[in-house]
T-cell receptor
């Protein structure tokens, strides 16, 4: 069965520090992978997506993610975090048959 | 020119009431979804409609009934509301079998 795991429930980083949020998936075929961000009280905003091709994908707000098939991972990175990046981050897998599976989310706190 | 819109944004109601949440998409997509985000931020699909036809119906109480008057609209009607129905409900849409879904801003339902 398809699943998405985000091992870190909560992460705290200092402003200006680098960030990596982990995501592991379980899916039989080539996955369609997504990262979403949800600011407090807000909806889901798509940060980036991977369907095929270059395994390093660039997204909005300076985020990037790397697809590693051998590790079944799609980790999200940002070289320098800003206070406005504090939010909940969701990794997701899109599958055939219109199925869509979210991870449990990682809450990011940014310390000034 | 909002792609996926939901009304209302906030809904506060008492136990036992019946309420509806509306969703509209202007992307020309033929598949629409309802997701529930619980208090722990976990997102889970509830229903999916393709061209007004139900294609995904996860284990959801039958007090929840989706209605799709046309392929641009998918409304969620909830009967006999319970405290546990309090959550954020997200509508989404996609085109055909595309794995990419576009999300609405969410409706925060509070049952008192």
């Amino acid at each position: 069965a398809q699943s998405v795991t985000q091992p870190d429930i909560h992460i705290t980083v200092s402003e200006g520090a680098s960030l990596e949020l982990r995501c592991n998936y379980s899916y039989g075929a080539t996955p369609y992978l997504f990262w979403y961000v949800q600011s407090p009280g807000q909806g889901l905003q798509l940060l980036l997506k991977y369907f095929s091709g270059d395994t390093l994908v660039q997204g909005i707000k300076g985020f990037e993610a790397e697809f590693k098939r051998s590790q079944s991972s799609f980790n999200l990175r940002k070289p320098s975090v800003h206070w406005s990046d504090a939010a909940e981050y969701f990794c997701a897998v899109g599958a055939t048959g219109n199925q869509f599976y979210f991870g449990t989310g990682t809450s990011l706190t940014v310390i000034p | 020119d909002t792609a996926v819109s939901q009304t209302p944004k906030y809904l506060v109601t008492q136990m036992g009431n019946d309420k509806s949440i509306k969703c509209e998409q202007n992307l020309g997509h033929d598949t629409m979804y309802w997701y529930k985000q619980d208090s722990k931020k976990f997102l889970k699909i509830m229903f999916s409609y393709n061209n007004k036809e139900l294609i995904i119906n996860e284990t959801v109480p039958n007090r929840f009934s989706p209605k799709s008057p046309d392929k641009a609209h998918l409304n969620l009607h909830i009967n006999s509301l319970e405290l546990g129905d309090s959550a954020v409900y997200f509508c989404a849409s996609s085109e055909g079998n595309s794995p990419e879904q576009y999300f609405g801003p969410g409706t925060r339902l509070t049952v008192t």
